[in-house]
C-alpha cells in the first residue's frame, strides 16, 4: 500500500490547541466523553426507531403513510448513525469501553459493521483525510470524480445532475457488498484490514442475519413482497442520501484541499497532521443548533478530525477555541454559514470535477 508520512517536527499549532482544550475541560470540571445531552439524545432517536419499526409492523396503515413512516425510519437512522454510532466507535460515546462497544454496535444495527467502520473511519479517513489513494471516502471510482488526481470519465459530465440517485443507493450498496468484500477481502481499498478473531467473525454474520431478519423476511411477510421491497428502498433512499450529504459537506467542497498518492508510493507531507486535518476538513451551519443535534456535531468537522475521542456535545463550545488557535497560526478556518451554502458548495465542485480535466485547466488559466 501507499504510505504517507506528516512534518509533525513542526507541531506547535497542535500542542498550543490541545493545551487550551484540555485547560477548557478541567476549568469546567466536565468529562470529554458524552453527558445527559448525547444519553436523552439516544433514548430520543432509538425509541423513535422502535415505534416506527413496530407501528409499521402491528398496525395496518395505508400506503402513502406507509411509505412516509419508511422515509422517515430512514432519516431516524441516518441521524441515529451521527449521534450514536459515530460517537461510541470513536470512543467518545462514555469512559466506559463496554458502553462504547454495546453503542457502537447500533452500526450493525444498521445494516454496516462496527469493525470495518473503527478501521475505514477511525483510522484510514482521519490519518489520511482527502488523501487520494488511500482515504476511502474518496475512493476512486467511475461513477463519481471527487478530486482532481482521479481519472476522468465522460460519464462525468453529469454526474452533479445524478449524484443524488448514487447517493441514494449508497446505503444499499454499502450493505450488500462493501462490507462483504472487506471481509472476504480482507482490504479496505488499498489498505490491509485487521484480522478478524471468532468474536469478530460471529457479530458480523450474527448482526448481518438479524438484519435481513428483522428488516426484509419478517416485513416481506407482513407486507407482501411488493409493498416491502418499495418500503425497504424509500427507507434506504432516504438514509442513503442524509448520509451521503452530511459527510460529503465536511470534505469535497470549494474550501478544502486534497492530496494525491499512488499505489506503493511513500510521500511526505510538508505539514504536520493536524494542520493536514484543518485544511482538508470544512464546517456549516455552526450556528444552528437543530442542525448540530441531528447531524450529531458533523456540521463541526474540524473539531471532531482535531479531537475525534471528544462527544459531539462539546463541539460547539471547542470551536471558538479552535478558531482562535487557526487564527493564531495563520492556519484557514472553513467553514460555511449555512448548510444550503454547503450543499451548493459541494454541487459546485462535483460540477467542475465532471468536466474534462483540459477544460478546467483552461477556464483557471482564463481566471488567473
Avoid at 12 to 25: E, G, M, P, R, W
Avoid at 104 to 121: D, I, R
Wanted: proline letters at 3%; aromatic letters at 14%.
Amino acid at each position: 500500500m501507499a504510505k504517507i508520512t506528516f512534518d509533525n517536527r513542526n507541531n506547535q499549532f497542535y500542542l498550543s490547541l490541545k493545551t487550551a482544550v484540555d485547560q477548557y475541560f478541567e476549568t469546567k470540571r466536565i468529562k470529554k466523553t458524552g453527558d445527559w445531552r448525547l444519553y436523552i439524545k439516544t433514548i430520543t432517536l432509538i425509541g423513535a426507531a422502535i415505534a416506527i419499526y413496530s407501528s409499521l409492523m402491528f398496525f395496518s396503515i395505508s400506503t402513502l403513510p406507509a411509505l412516509l413512516l419508511c422515509g422517515l425510519l430512514g432519516y431516524i437512522f441516518a441521524c441515529i448513525g451521527f449521534s450514536v454510532m459515530h460517537d461510541a466507535n470513536h470512543g467518545s460515546y462514555s469512559t466506559k469501553p463496554w458502553l462504547n462497544d454495546a453503542m457502537g454496535l447500533t452500526a450493525n444495527a444498521l445494516g454496516a459493521s462496527s469493525f470495518f467502520w473503527k478501521q475505514k473511519h477511525n483510522i484510514i479517513h482521519h490519518t489520511y483525510t482527502n488523501v487520494d489513494g488511500i482515504d476511502d471516502d474518496i475512493a476512486k471510482s467511475p461513477i463519481i470524480r471527487q478530486c482532481e488526481s482521479q481519472k476522468w470519465v465522460p460519464a462525468h459530465k453529469i454526474q452533479h445532475l445524478y449524484l443524488l440517485p448514487i447517493y441514494a443507493l449508497s446505503s444499499i450498496f454499502w450493505l450488500f457488498f462493501m462490507d462483504f468484500t472487506k471481509y472476504f477481502t480482507r482490504k479496505i481499498y488499498t489498505t490491509e484490514a485487521w484480522k478478524l478473531n471468532t468474536k469478530n467473525h460471529v457479530i458480523f454474520w450474527g448482526t448481518k442475519i438479524l438484519y435481513f431478519t428483522f428488516y426484509m423476511i419478517i416485513p416481506a411477510m407482513v407486507w407482501g413482497f411488493g409493498p416491502w421491497l418499495l418500503g425497504f428502498m424509500v427507507l434506504h433512499a432516504v438514509m442513503g442520501v442524509t448520509l451521503s450529504l452530511v459527510f460529503q459537506l465536511a470534505h469535497v467542497v470549494e474550501n478544502t484541499e486534497f492530496e494525491t498518492v499512488a499505489l506503493d508510493e511513500t510521500k511526505h507531507i510538508e505539514s504536520a497532521w493536524a494542520e493536514h486535518e484543518v485544511r482538508t476538513s470544512s464546517n456549516f451551519a455552526m450556528g444552528n443548533p437543530v442542525i448540530s443535534w441531528f447531524v450529531g456535531g458533523l456540521n463541526f468537522q474540524i473539531e471532531h478530525h482535531l479531537f475525534p475521542r471528544v462527544s459531539h456535545v462539546h463541539y460547539p463550545a471547542i470551536s471558538k477555541i479552535v478558531m482562535e488557535k487557526c487564527k493564531e497560526f495563520n492556519l484557514p478556518y472553513n467553514k460555511y454559514d449555512t448548510m444550503f451554502g454547503a450543499v451548493a458548495s459541494h454541487f459546485r465542485v462535483m460540477k467542475t470535477l465532471g468536466q474534462k480535466p483540459v477544460a478546467i485547466k483552461r477556464q483557471q488559466a482564463q481566471a488567473a
